[in-house]
């Protein structure tokens, strides 16, 4: 169990109290704590899957889409790890129907062709479930972490969350270390066996320092 010490290398708490506590919080989903020794200073720094990371994405872009032989254009609404919206579909897209569409994904220079099912309609909008190669599947998953990262939704979703956690954790373990820095990642990383892989954690950046 990973533990706290003091200056004089006391033990003062248990990580694990700290992620337990944490992981009761409803806007968490996954957590990590960890006590990071950097080159000018020392901090606790709680990792954090947050329920409230959406889980479609907005991406508007062009797309090729292939239905029962017939060739339209059409325009994607949002992305998530799944598959996409599109809009202002035909009246011939079917719940069940299978389609391709051919687009850019958002981390990638080229586009590809990509298979799936629509599984909803609804005014003039489909959904499309992809059926994916585990690389394909790579390449998405990639490009929605991208779209996570570079539009700045999880600082965004930091600055909301930090101060509910905080106040939660305090509220709970009155008398611990509450984490100087909280960080949302879109997952924790894991070890071949499937535990987190504390050492693959992310060093923060320096300005998400919380005191």
């Not at 600082?155 to 969350?161: D, E, G, M, T």
């Amino acid at each position: 169990m990973s533990v706290l010490e003091n200056a004089n290398g006391e033990c003062c708490m248990e990580l694990g109290k700290i992620e337990t506590i944490l992981a009761q919080h409803p806007d968490v989903r996954e957590v990590a704590v960890i006590f990071r020794e950097e080159a000018c200073f020392e901090r606790l720094v709680a990792y954090i899957v947050s329920e409230l990371i959406p889980e479609r994405l907005p991406y508007h872009r062009t797309c090729l889409v292939e239905l029962e032989q017939n060739t339209m254009t059409l325009y994607t609404e949002d992305i998530s790890y799944n598959g996409f919206c599109l809009m202002d579909v035909p009246s011939s897209f079917k719940k069940g129907k299978s389609v391709r569409l051919r687009l850019l994904l958002p981390s990638e220079s080229e586009e590809r062709w990509l298979k799936g099912t629509i599984v909803w309609c609804q005014e003039q909008k489909a959904g499309i479930l992809l059926s994916l190669t585990p690389f394909e599947q790579l390449l998405v998953h990639r490009s929605v972490d991208y779209i996570l990262e570079t539009q700045g939704f999880l600082k965004v979703l930091q600055r909301i969350i930090t101060g509910s956690l905080r106040k939660y954790l305090k509220l709970h373990l009155p008398d611990e270390p509450i984490p100087n820095t909280f960080v949302i990642l879109q997952s924790l990383p894991l070890t071949p066996d499937g535990q987190v892989n504390r050492q693959a954690l992310p060093t923060p950046e320096t300005n998400s320092w919380i005191g």
